[in-house]
């Protein structure tokens, strides 16, 4: 079982940067591969990036490379999601999730967080 917990949402202003944080529960973060996914009103959830149990192998989405920079760490048990360039339309709940083999679609993740809110609008 792992418990995931997402902090760092909030609201800013269009162009500016944003970090995520994802805390993970258990001493078994390392085999877990980690994703970040987000989910608007009118929108269903997609994918935002997914890192390897290593970090070695990173996927972003087309609509947020460039811009945004998922990493972790393993001693702390945490995943991140560094948001740059913000735009409005990066207006979602945003996810952390957690799988023995993620891919980009959410049906294939086993563990969720809460999810935190995060808004772009001047």
């Known amino acids: 079982q792992v418990q995931l917990v997402e902090s760092g949402g909030g609201l800013v202003q269009p162009g500016d940067s944003l970090g995520l944080s994802c805390a993970a529960s258990?001493?078994?973060?390392?085999?877990?591969?980690m994703g970040w996914f987000r989910q608007s009103k009118a929108k269903e959830r997609e994918f935002v990036a997914r890192?390897?149990?290593?970090?070695?192998?990173?996927y972003y989405a087309d609509s947020v490379k460039g811009r945004f920079t998922i990493s972790r760490d393993n001693v702390k048990n945490t995943v991140y999601l560094q948001m740059n360039s913000l735009k409005p339309e990066d207006t979602a709940v945003y996810y952390c999730?957690?799988?023995?083999?993620?891919?980009?679609?959410?049906?294939?993740?086993?563990?969720w967080g809460q999810g935190t809110q995060v808004t772009v609008s001047s």
């Open positions: 999730a957690a799988a023995t083999y993620g891919s980009s679609s959410s049906a294939g993740w086993t563990y």
């Open positions: 258990g001493r078994t973060f390392r085999t877990y591969s």
């Open positions: 890192i390897s149990g290593s970090g070695a192998l990173i």
